[in-house]
């Protein structure tokens, strides 16, 4: 950046072809590097996502979680601000100038899990389908780094793609009931 304030200073004229090119140069610059810092939080944030499944999956398990499962830890994360809430609630309801306080955190929190709970329900929120057991795995071997959640084969995971696991687990289950009744 540093280089190009030089060139400019260089420029006689502010509307010169010279000076064009190098605002061009540097808004290009400057764009570039937004673009690679929206790159670098959002792994950031699936970084803390993953981490926080991977803390919350039993350390010694190796087979992969039931939709049911699933369901259940889905539905503890979307539960992770309940305390922060309530502890600004109560801040909130203690005397008359502390109303707003907090306000900023609580607006946060209530807009990230609305939307996290509506891409649950709708189309589904980028995550690793811990019902298959390769993808548990490479959470399980992931080490951790923002900068290796893109070497991930994340999956769009829905309340319905649940059920839809849910379904075919029963049919499997009343298939094996019924061929052992068969054979005995």
């Known amino acids: ?20 090119a190098l605002g061009k140069k540097a808004r290009r610059q400057n764009n570039k590097h937004k673009v690679r810092l929206g ?6 944030i699936m970084g803390e996502k993953l981490t926080w499944f991977l803390g919350h999956i039993a350390e010694e398990r190796t087979a992969p979680l039931s939709p049911q499962e699933f369901e259940d830890l889905i539905a503890l994360y ?15 309801s203690i005397g008359k100038h502390r109303a707003n306080q907090h306000a900023a955190r609580k607006d946060v929190i209530t807009i990230t899990l609305e939307k996290e709970r509506n891409e649950y329900q709708s189309g589904g929120m980028e995550l690793l389908n811990l019902c298959d057991p390769l993808k548990l795995k490479m959470l399980r071997d992931w080490d951790g780094s923002a900068l290796s959640v893109q ?4 999956d769009l995971v829905s309340h319905n793609m649940l059920q839809r696991l849910k379904k075919q687990g ?14 005995a």
């Open 1 to 20: 950046m540093t280089n190009l304030r030089k060139e400019l200073e260089k420029c006689k004229h502010p509307n010169s072809r010279k000076t064009k």
């Open 39 to 44: 790159h670098a939080i959002k792994s950031n």
């Open 78 to 92: 979307l539960q992770r601000f309940d305390e922060e809430l309530a502890q600004i609630a109560l801040k909130q």
């Open 151 to 154: 070497h991930l084969k994340l």
């Open 170 to 183: 029963e049919e499997v289950e009343s298939s094996k009931t019924d061929e052992k009744m068969e054979t």
